[in-house]
């Protein structure tokens, strides 16, 4: 239950990832009314997010001993219709290893998440404290809880994979599928009982209510980029139509 739950946060976050990319390079284009330079500033917001994605490509490589080329944490040509924020050269190897190789970003992400959500709660609360006692803007636990929030942000929606590194992942996963079926079918079980079942269940509860909090911070950023990008488009009298 627990992985479905997370399965299905996953979706919407990738959902919400997208238009939330959308709605700020959008903002950035009205304002600025230049291409480049809302895929500049979109690219610099980020970059943290860009980071661990590529290294997360490029780490994964080396442990499963796949070569790797040129790493790039910048557009490399912004006149392209199609931009990436980073890149990373892997060389070709089998499907098991490329896909592997190609989900690391969210699987790191993931931890990343999971991570700074463990952190932020008690953060929080002292900031809330502060904010009682009239010190909000003199306490460091306020300037942690806005960084861990972006933190949250970036990577949340940088995590996914591209088109590029799940290349041809359906027919290798409805191979698996199939493998999986016809197994289940002749009667071979892996059952995970005792200390295992529970350990897993815990990091999957973490992880839900990580994805949850996270979901929750993109939710409210992109009800505010939505109004920011009316009242742009409202005071400049441009408008911008989303692809």
């Known amino acids: 239950m627990l992985l479905l739950i997370l399965l299905i946060e996953l979706v919407i976050l990738f959902l919400l990832s997208r238009y939330v990319t959308q709605f700020l390079y959008g903002l950035f284009l009205l304002l600025f009314r230049s291409r480049s330079i809302a895929i500049s500033f979109t690219t610099i917001l980020f970059f943290p997010g860009t980071v661990v994605h590529e290294l997360a490509h490029l ?14 944490l910048v557009p490399e040509n912004l006149e392209e219709e199609e931009i990436q924020a980073g890149s990373v050269q892997i060389a070709k190897s089998d499907p098991f290893r490329r896909y592997a190789i190609g989900f690391a970003p969210l699987i790191i992400g993931l931890i990343i998440l999971a991570a700074l959500s463990y952190w932020l709660p ?11 006692s009239g010190n909000l803007f003199n306490s460091s636990p ?15 929606n940088s995590m996914f994979s591209s088109k590029e ?16 079926a016809a197994g289940y079918i002749a009667g071979i079980r892996i059952g995970i009982t005792g200390t295992a079942l529970e350990v897993i269940n815990r990091i ?29 488009s ?4 441009r408008s911008f139509k989303f692809s």
């Open 59 to 72: 780490f994964t490589a080396e442990v499963l001993g796949v070569h790797t080329g040129k790493l790039s």
């Open 122 to 132: 008690p953060l929080l609360q002292q900031a809330t404290e502060a904010a009682r």
């Open 142 to 156: 306020t300037y942690l809880v806005s960084l861990l929030i972006y933190l949250l942000f970036v990577v949340s």
């Open 165 to 180: 590194d799940l290349k041809g992942f359906l027919a290798f996963a409805i191979t698996i599928g199939i493998l999986i």
């Open 204 to 232: 999957l509860d973490g992880l839900v209510k990580s994805t949850g909090l996270v979901l929750a911070i993109n939710g409210v950023l992109l009800l505010l980029l939505k109004v920011l990008l009316k009242l742009s």
């Open 234 to 237: 409202k005071i400049l009298h």
